[in-house]
């Protein structure tokens, strides 16, 4: 191998220094070598299955990317589900398949049919959900972010997070509600001149609800509203 061509090709990637460490991007003239430093060329997750939580811990300002952003997409399938999502007022029941003989004094256990047996003394059949969402009309899900800091106020006041709709429009709450179906941005903003570490959570599909039992519809992905 020829040593020089070599060196002279990291030089055209990379500029004239050798140092590629995302502080040192400024001075080897590879800005456009960052990972999501505009909205229009984000960095980019998928969310397929909720609840589902992404977090991030990186840093940048001085000597890097002032910004970054991070596109997720979402396609929840609605066939699998990490958690049980209950209707406004109701909580999850949870059935225990194994045999208990001592159920109590004045109980005994329970036959549970699970082939759809008909109506019976005026009992309608019950719903039973495994492991995948109910069926909700007009169904959204939570977006919840949560700037975790670095516990140094002189650095986490001049770093801001922030929530963007599908159509790149910066949302004014940390939670927001969307369909099953698009995407969103997150955006990390360095307001300083100098290194600013963070580090943020987002949770995704920790709720799952009918549009008309959102109280607050500004929470609503404004590209979503009716």
Known sequence: ??????????????????????????????????????????????????????????????????????????????DVAKACFAEIGWECAYIDFTDKSDVGTNYEPAAMDINDPPEENSYFTANILEDRLPVVPDGYISIDLENIKSNNRFIDDWLDVRLYTQDREEHPFNKMYMRGLGHFYIGVHARNTKRLPYDIMCNVGLEYRTFDSIEDKRLIMKRNLR
């Open 1 to 78: 191998m020829n040593v020089t061509q070599e060196i002279q090709q990291n030089h055209i990637v990379y500029g004239a220094s050798d140092y590629t460490a995302p502080s040192g991007l400024a001075a080897s003239k590879s800005l456009n070598y960052v990972k999501g430093p505009t909205i229009t060329e984000p960095d980019r997750a998928s969310v397929s299955v909720i609840p589902y939580s992404i977090r991030y811990a990186d840093s940048d300002g001085l000597f890097g990317a002032e910004n970054y952003f991070l596109q997720v997409d979402v396609a929840i399938t609605a």
